[in-house]
């Protein structure tokens, strides 16, 4: 696979009408300027300054409503159709962006709460500790969704519970990343983020593209997950520093690292119950509980004979009358 990766020292905007031709891209993920001083963040975080990359560029909050529409328009553009974009952006001018989404043929997949490890201290209200992914896609087109690119339907915690159901809810607990000593920007997005948004919503060989490269963390997954890559950045110190890295990462040296899933889907999943099947499944299940196997394992190795979900065997069980393991419902169906 010959792999592409193109990035730019300029306005996002600019850059993706001279660059980028329509419906030439996958997937977009990007973390825009907030417009709230973000230069002054340091004040907030106690964070030392020496080792933050000088030159960030704010956005006026009087200008974000029309810098939010001008570069989601050139976003829509540039995705083909069927392509997503994720938006990472605080709830301060969350409105602006939603605004400008409204305006384009993108539409909403799903609002993610991505909510992490730190927040900046307050007094006098409830600290904030959340920023907003906002999942929209572009009509016309299939859309990617790797449901099983990181879990199997089967997996299960140590308490039994899907991993998988758990990796798709909208809710995200991902810790920021610590760079002491490192040279970073003023904000980037943890590595464990990226990874799991380019899992799930793009194949190896796609392109990928950062509209604000920042510290490239996107390009710089994207490339490890064995991706192509393309972004712009208009801070020059920030993409001469970070531009020399990107380059140092080799292709799908990521792959064999990340969590990686397969379909292990019930091969009868779906499939109708035949009356004969009915009657073995209720035989195996008081012969497995009077061999003392607990409720759990019982189920797991109905799930293996009969090929079929632990859902799908436990509301068989019920519509006989076998109403023991009731609470089987809850500790297995999350």
């Given at each position: ?48 300054e ?8 704010e ?8 810098f ?30 939603l605004n ?48 099983f690119?990181?879990y ?27 760079k002491p ?11 464990e ?13 796609d ?26 950045e ?10 020399s ?8 040296e ?41 409720k ?20 068989r ?14 500790s297995?169906?999350?």
């Amino acid at each position: 696979m010959n792999l592409a990766y193109h990035f730019y020292n300029e306005d996002c905007v600019a850059g993706a009408r001279a660059y980028l031709d329509d419906n030439s891209v996958d997937l977009i993920i990007t973390d825009p300027p907030f417009a709230i001083e973000g230069d002054k963040l340091h004040k907030h975080y106690n964070r030392k300054e020496v080792f933050v990359i000088k030159g960030y560029i704010e956005i006026p909050k009087e200008e974000y409503a029309v810098f939010s529409r001008e570069w989601i328009h050139e976003a829509e553009r540039v995705l083909r159709p069927g392509g997503s974009m994720a938006i990472v952006s605080g709830y301060t001018n969350l409105l602006d962006i939603l605004n400008a989404l409204r305006e384009t043929c993108l539409r909403e997949v799903n609002h993610i709460i991505w909510k992490y490890n730190f927040g900046v201290s307050t007094k006098s209200k409830f600290v904030s500790s959340h920023y907003h992914i906002l999942f929209y896609t572009k009509p016309g087109g299939k859309r990617t969704f790797n449901t099983f690119s990181r879990y199997g339907s089967q997996e299960k915690s140590e308490n039994n519970r899907s991993l998988l159901y758990r990796d798709l809810e909208d809710v995200w607990i991902i810790n920021r990343e610590y760079k002491p000593g490192e040279k970073k920007n003023k904000n980037e997005l943890p590595s464990e983020l990226l990874v799991k948004l380019i899992q799930y919503l793009s194949n190896p060989g796609d392109v990928v593209c950062d509209f604000f490269l920042g510290g490239f963390s996107t390009a710089k997954v994207a490339k490890a997950l064995g991706r192509c890559a393309v972004g712009f950045e208009l801070n020059a110190h920030s993409f001469n520093h970070h531009f020399s890295e990107v380059t140092e990462i080799e292709e799908n040296e990521w792959i064999d690292k990340v969590k990686n899933g397969v379909d292990d889907t019930p091969a009868k999943a779906g499939a109708p119950w035949s009356e004969e099947d009915l009657e073995r499944l209720r035989t195996r299940f008081h012969e497995l509980r009077r061999s003392g196997l607990t409720k759990n394992k019982t189920i797991v190795i109905l799930c293996k004979e009969f090929e079929r979900g632990s859902w799908s065997i436990i509301k068989r069980l019920e519509a006989m009358g076998i109403k023991e393991d009731q609470d089987l419902i809850l500790s297995l169906m999350h």
